[in-house]
């Protein structure tokens, strides 16, 4: 049995807007780009050999471990966690598959709601966190308790009390000297470093208004089959459920967010105020999460940031950024190869493309060889919390502030996890009846 531990209570003072800026953000300011320019993987060279445990072994984790083991020339896959032992089985097939070699022969597997302890209790240097969202405060704090270098892949919370909890055990990380790259792979892609430099250069002048979509299809669902525990459903079809996944627009639709965020050069907003619902996507498989969100989020001198997104088969869909200036527009379709200025200061990417994927771990690992450890937790708290706030608002129907959302006392997460205990669906949020908490 697994107890999460207490999330973090809000300080007597609460948080406000301007202590987030001064804590949260304060990496902004040291490259306009947000994150570094693109390191080139260094050899291990007269260093020993990185040891990596990977928590999570799902596709999203398979491909961030094979990303770690190809971003150094002496590192080494030494253990696996997971709840469902056919996982584990699939990961380490494929890792052997395609980086042959790298996995250590007799890798340790650890299966069940405490797999990460025992991966802790092993020596191991970095930790690949790839579970579903919600177990991510709780996987971070430990490892940085246990002194180890994570990767976190996006969010990094599903409710503001996990945001708090992640952002305190990043404060201790930095402390520490710990390495924690974030899972907002549009970061390292290099055409939106240098579309995103020439916006902060002022190409397009003041930003005033950033449109962002997540428009896609249904993803998978995995039919409840007999003898699963109502645990074990709710783990294996996670992203329909908010403890686990925070609905589509802090799970998926965050990578948008972070994109506006990235626009705002990572300035939390004022307040938000959101819309949507369920209409397609009905039955009982599917949770309780929507199907279809907006959110208008309302920023310093009068800006704003729109953001839409949408999980519904046979439907229009896109995923792009339209960045409105005073002095120009700017349209990024990062999958469409799309990176474009018009205006006063026309200007279009035409450089090199990159896996921007590898270049997150090419890069954390370089920096975990130089002794200087890259720390990105600020900004996965950030877009995590700017994500979690457009939920709230459109959840229920309200006008949600940043001070508000940050200090937001809902906790989602079940007090308690057992593998065989009962965990009811929460109802579908209703806007105007769904209460802040």
Same mark, same amino acid.
């Given at each position: 049995?697994?107890?999460?531990?207490?999330?973090?209570?809000?300080?007597?003072?609460?948080?406000?807007?301007?202590?987030?800026?001064?804590?949260?953000?304060?990496?902004?300011?040291?490259?306009?780009?947000?994150?570094?320019?693109?390191?080139?993987?260094?050899?291990?060279?007269?260093?020993?050999?990185?040891?990596?445990?990977?928590?999570?072994?799902?596709?999203?984790?398979?491909?961030?471990?094979?990303?770690?083991?190809?971003?150094?020339?002496?590192?080494?896959?030494?253990?696996?966690?997971?709840?469902?032992? /056919? $996982? #584990?089985?699939?990961?380490?097939?494929?890792?052997?598959?395609? =980086?042959? &070699?790298?996995?250590?022969? @007799?890798?340790?597997?650890?299966?069940?709601?405490?797999?990460?302890?025992?991966?802790?209790?092993?020596?191991?240097?970095?930790?690949?966190?790839?579970?579903?969202?919600?177990?991510?405060?709780?996987?971070?704090?430990?490892?940085?308790?246990?002194?180890?270098?994570?990767?976190?892949?996006?969010?990094?919370?599903?409710?503001?009390?996990?945001?708090?909890?992640?952002?305190?055990?990043?404060?201790?990380?930095?402390?520490?000297?710990?390495?924690?790259?974030?899972?907002?792979?549009?970061?390292?892609?290099?055409?939106?470093?240098?579309?995103? /430099? $020439? #916006?902060?250069?002022?190409?397009?002048?003041?930003?005033?208004? =950033?449109? &962002?979509?997540?428009?896609? @299809?249904?993803?998978?669902?995995?039919?409840?089959?007999?003898?699963?525990?109502?645990?074990?459903?709710?783990?294996?079809?996670?992203?329909?459920?908010?403890?686990?996944?925070?609905?589509?627009?802090?799970?998926?639709?965050?990578?948008?967010?972070?994109?506006?965020?990235?626009?705002?050069?990572?300035?939390?907003?004022?307040?938000?105020?959101?819309?949507?619902?369920?209409?397609?996507?009905?039955?009982?498989?599917?949770?309780?999460?929507?199907?279809?969100?907006?959110?208008?989020?309302?920023?310093?001198?009068?800006?704003?940031?729109?953001? /839409?997104?949408?999980?519904?088969?046979?439907?229009?869909?896109?995923?792009?950024?339209?960045?409105?200036?005073?002095? @120009?527009?700017?349209?990024?379709?990062?999958?469409?190869?799309?990176?474009?200025?018009?205006?006063?200061?026309?200007?279009?990417?035409?450089?090199?493309?990159?896996?921007?994927?590898?270049?997150?771990?090419?890069?954390?690992?370089?920096?975990?060889?130089?002794?200087?450890?890259?720390?990105?937790?600020?900004?996965?708290?950030?877009?995590?919390?700017?994500?979690?706030?457009?939920?709230?608002?459109?959840?229920?129907?309200?006008?949600?502030?940043?001070?508000?959302?940050?200090?937001?006392?809902?906790?989602?997460?079940?007090?308690?996890?057992?593998?065989?205990?009962?965990?009811?669906?929460?109802?579908?949020?209703?806007?105007?009846?769904?209460?802040?908490?």
């Amino acid at each position: 049995m697994l107890m999460l531990a207490t999330l973090m209570k809000p300080s007597p003072d609460s948080f406000s807007r301007r202590q987030f800026l001064g804590t949260s953000t304060a990496l902004a300011g040291a490259s306009l780009v947000g994150f570094p320019q693109v390191l080139r993987a260094a050899p291990a060279a007269g260093g020993g050999t990185l040891k990596v445990a990977l928590v999570g072994c799902g596709g999203r984790g398979t491909g961030a471990a094979k990303q770690a083991l190809n971003a150094d020339s002496n590192v080494e896959l030494v253990a696996f966690a997971d709840v469902v032992a /056919e $996982q #584990i089985e699939k990961a380490q097939e494929q890792l052997n598959k395609n =980086v042959p &070699g790298k996995v250590k022969e @007799g890798a340790k597997k650890f299966l069940g709601l405490d797999a990460i302890d025992q991966v802790l209790n092993e020596n191991v240097d970095v930790v690949i966190l790839t579970t579903p969202p919600g177990f991510r405060p709780e996987h971070f704090e430990k490892c940085v308790q246990a002194g180890k270098h994570t990767f976190c892949e996006k969010p990094c919370a599903t409710d503001a009390p996990g945001v708090r909890r992640f952002m305190e055990a990043g404060r201790k990380a930095k402390e520490k000297g710990l390495g924690m790259q974030s899972g907002f792979c549009w970061r390292a892609n290099v055409a939106e470093r240098a579309t995103f /430099e $020439q #916006i902060h250069q002022g190409a397009i002048g003041t930003v005033r208004a =950033v449109h &962002g979509s997540y428009l896609a @299809g249904t993803p998978w669902v995995k039919p409840r089959q007999e003898g699963w525990t109502d645990l074990e459903w709710q783990l294996r079809n996670w992203m329909y459920f908010t403890w686990l996944g925070g609905d589509q627009i802090v799970e998926q639709c965050v990578h948008t967010v972070d994109k506006m965020s990235w626009a705002f050069q990572d300035v939390p907003p004022i307040s938000a105020r959101g819309m949507g619902g369920r209409q397609q996507r009905v039955e009982e498989q599917y949770g309780h999460v929507w199907d279809h969100c907006s959110v208008v989020y309302e920023y310093p001198e009068g800006a704003r940031g729109f953001i /839409e997104c949408r999980q519904q088969a046979g439907t229009f869909n896109e995923t792009a950024d339209y960045i409105m200036g005073t002095k @120009g527009e700017c349209r990024i379709n990062g999958f469409g190869n799309v990176h474009a200025i018009t205006g006063e200061k026309p200007w279009k990417y035409s450089g090199p493309k990159n896996d921007m994927y590898q270049t997150e771990h090419d890069e954390f690992f370089q920096s975990l060889r130089e002794g200087k450890p890259l720390n990105f937790a600020d900004k996965i708290a950030h877009s995590t919390m700017v994500a979690i706030m457009g939920r709230m608002a459109a959840y229920t129907g309200k006008v949600i502030t940043w001070e508000e959302a940050l200090n937001s006392k809902e906790s989602l997460a079940p007090e308690k996890l057992e593998w065989n205990g009962k965990y009811e669906v929460p109802p579908v949020a209703i806007p105007g009846r769904t209460k802040f908490l």
